[in-house]
C-alpha cells in the first residue's frame, strides 16, 4: 500500500519562506494533497495537485510535484505566525479502494 | 448538518470502561475514516469504510477496538475495556468515495481521557 513520509519538525522565522517536504511510494494517485491542523481542530485541506502537474501556485504557497522522485513539497512564501500548525501530505492508495494515506505530519513552527 | 460532527468533544472515563464515539458524516459520503492522534502526534489510521464493501481494519490496535457503519451514515467507534494508552484525540473524517478531488472532510475531533 501506499507509504507518505514527512519530517517531523520545521522552525523559521516569521517574514522567511518555509519549505516542508513528502515522499511517498504509491505513484499511481491522482491528487496528492497537503492538509493543515491548526492548534485543538480537525484538519482542512489546504491545497492539492493533480498528479498531471508539476507545479501548482495558489497565492503564499507553491505545491511541487515530482513524479519521478515521487517527492512533493509545499512552499509558504512570507511566512505568519498564523502559519503555526501541523501539515499533513497525503495521497490516495488506488489498491486499497481509493483509501487516503497521510503523513506523519510536520510540526511548523514560526517565530516572530 | 453541513460538516462532520462526532460526539461526545470530549470524554473522561476510568480505566477499564467501555466508550463509544459517534461520527456523523456529511450527508451523501460513502466513505467514513477513523482515526487517532496522541498528543502532539500524526495521524494513526484506524479504520475505512467505502460504501457497502467490507471495512479496512488493518489500523486497529488491538481487539478492543471496533467500528460499525449503519446504514452507510452513522459510525460508532467502541473500545472496551480502556486503558490509559487509549488517551487520544479520535478523528473522524468522510468523503464521496473515488469521486472528485477526493478532499476528505475532518470533524473537530472527540477526546478521550483515560484515567
Known amino acids: 500500500g501506499e507509504d507518505v513520509e514527512q519530517s517531523l519538525f520545521l522552525s523559521v522565522r516569521e517574514g522567511d519562506s518555509s519549505v516542508i517536504n513528502c515522499t511517498y511510494t504509491?505513484?499511481?494517485?491522482?491528487?496528492l494533497y497537503w492538509y493543515k491542523q491548526e492548534p485543538g481542530a480537525g484538519l482542512q485541506l489546504l491545497t492539492y495537485?493533480?498528479?498531471?502537474?508539476d507545479m501548482k501556485q495558489d497565492q503564499r504557497l507553491t505545491v511541487l510535484l515530482n513524479k519521478k522522485d515521487k517527492h512533493l513539497s509545499l512552499r509558504i512564501a512570507d511566512t505568519q505566525t498564523g502559519d503555526s500548525a501541523i501539515y499533513f501530505c497525503?495521497?490516495?492508495?488506488?489498491?486499497?479502494?481509493?483509501?487516503?494515506?497521510f503523513g506523519g505530519g510536520t510540526r511548523l513552527m514560526v517565530k516572530p | 448538518g453541513a460538516g462532520v460532527s462526532q460526539s461526545p468533544s470530549n470524554k473522561v472515563t476510568e480505566k477499564g470502561k467501555d466508550v463509544e464515539l459517534r461520527c456523523d458524516p456529511i450527508s451523501g459520503h460513502t466513505a467514513l475514516y477513523w482515526y487517532r492522534q496522541s498528543l502532539g502526534q500524526g495521524l494513526e489510521f484506524l479504520i475505512y469504510f467505502q460504501g457497502n464493501s467490507a471495512p479496512d481494519k488493518s489500523g486497529l490496535p488491538s481487539d478492543r477496538f471496533s467500528a460499525e457503519r449503519t446504514g452507510g451514515s452513522v459510525s460508532t467507534l467502541t473500545i472496551q475495556r480502556t486503558q490509559q494508552e487509549d488517551s487520544a484525540v479520535y478523528l473522524c473524517?468522510?468523503?464521496?468515495?473515488?469521486?472528485?478531488?477526493?478532499?476528505?472532510?475532518f470533524g473537530e475531533g472527540s477526546r478521550l481521557t483515560v484515567l
Open positions: 497525503a495521497g490516495v492508495d488506488n489498491n486499497a479502494g481509493n483509501m487516503l494515506t
Open positions: 495537485i493533480f498528479s498531471n502537474m
Open positions: 473524517a468522510s468523503n464521496a468515495g473515488g469521486g472528485g478531488t477526493g478532499e476528505l472532510f
Open positions: 504509491d505513484s499511481s494517485s491522482t491528487y
